[in-house]
C-alpha cells in the first residue's frame, strides 16, 4: 500500500525566503503525488500535482514540487512566500488501482513579516 | 456554484443522537468519498463510492452508514454518537476513480458531540 511521511510537522519562514516542505512516499506501483492546501476553516485545494515525465511541477500561487524517484521524495517550494500562504498544507500519494487518496499528517507554514 | 457543497457546516449535538451529513456536487464526477480530519489535522478515508456504488469501506464504525441515491450525492448518517465522533468530515469527489485525478473538497462539516 501507499504512503506518504511529511517531515516537520511546522515550518516557519520569513517573507522573501525560500519556503521548502519535504515528503517522501512508499509505492509499489508509479505513484500519483499531490499537493493540497488547506486555510483556516475551509476544504483542501489542489496546489499541484505529479502524474509522470516531468520531474519539475509546477502549481498554482508559485508552488512548485520535485519529483525525484531515486529519493522517494515530493518536495514542495516556493520563492517569497507572502504571509496569505500561511496554512497547512499536505501531500498526498495515490495509485491507479486503488479508489483512495492517502494523505500525510500535514506541515503547518507560518510566514513572519 | 459552489462544486461541492456539506451541509451543515456547523453541528452540535449530544451523546446518543443520531444526525447525518449531505453532501453534493455539481461536477458530473464518478466518485465521491468522505474522509474524517482530526484535531490533530489528521485526515482518514472512511468511505468511497464510484456511480453509486461501494468501493471503499475504510475500518469504520458500523454507527456510520453511508448512502448515495444518485451520484451526484453521498450522504453520511451517524447513529449514537459517542464524544470522539467529534471532528471536521469532509466530502470530496473525483472525475474517475483512482489515480492521477485530484480531488475537490467541500469546506467540512464541523460535528461536535457534548
Known amino acids: 500500500a501507499q504512503s506518504v511521511t511529511q517531515l516537520g510537522s511546522h515550518v516557519s519562514v520569513s517573507e522573501g525566503a525560500l519556503v521548502l516542505l519535504r515528503c517522501n512516499y512508499s509505492?509499489?506501483?508509479?505513484?500519483?503525488l499531490f499537493w493540497y492546501v488547506q486555510y483556516p476553516n475551509q476544504g483542501l485545494q489542489l496546489l499541484l500535482k505529479y502524474t509522470s515525465a516531468a520531474t519539475l511541477v509546477k502549481g498554482i500561487n508559485g508552488f512548485e514540487a520535485e519529483f525525484k524517484k531515486s529519493e522517494t521524495y515530493f518536495h514542495l517550494t516556493k520563492h517569497s512566500p507572502h504571509m496569505s500562504d500561511a496554512a497547512e498544507y499536505f501531500c498526498?500519494?495515490?495509485?491507479?488501482?486503488?479508489?483512495?487518496?492517502?494523505f500525510g499528517a500535514g506541515t503547518r507554514l507560518t510566514v513572519k513579516p | 456554484d459552489t462544486a461541492v457543497s456539506q451541509t451543515p457546516k456547523y453541528l452540535v449535538t449530544q451523546m446518543g443522537n443520531d444526525k447525518s451529513i449531505k453532501c453534493e456536487q455539481n461536477?458530473?464526477?464518478?466518485?465521491m468519498y468522505w474522509y474524517k480530519q482530526d484535531s490533530k489535522k489528521f485526515l482518514k478515508i472512511m468511505f468511497s463510492?464510484?456511480?453509486?456504488?461501494?468501493?471503499i469501506n475504510e475500518t469504520v464504525p458500523n454507527r456510520f452508514s453511508p448512502k448515495s441515491p444518485d451520484k451526484a450525492h453521498l450522504n453520511l448518517h451517524i447513529n449514537s454518537l459517542e464524544l470522539g465522533d467529534s471532528a471536521v468530515y469532509f466530502c470530496a469527489s473525483s472525475q474517475v476513480s483512482g489515480g492521477g485525478y485530484g480531488y475537490t473538497f467541500g469546506s467540512g462539516t464541523r460535528l461536535t458531540v457534548v
Open positions: 498526498a500519494v495515490s495509485d491507479n488501482n486503488n479508489n483512495d487518496m492517502r
Open positions: 463510492y464510484n456511480n453509486k456504488e461501494l468501493i
Open positions: 461536477l458530473g464526477h464518478d466518485t
Open positions: 509505492s509499489s506501483v508509479p505513484p500519483y
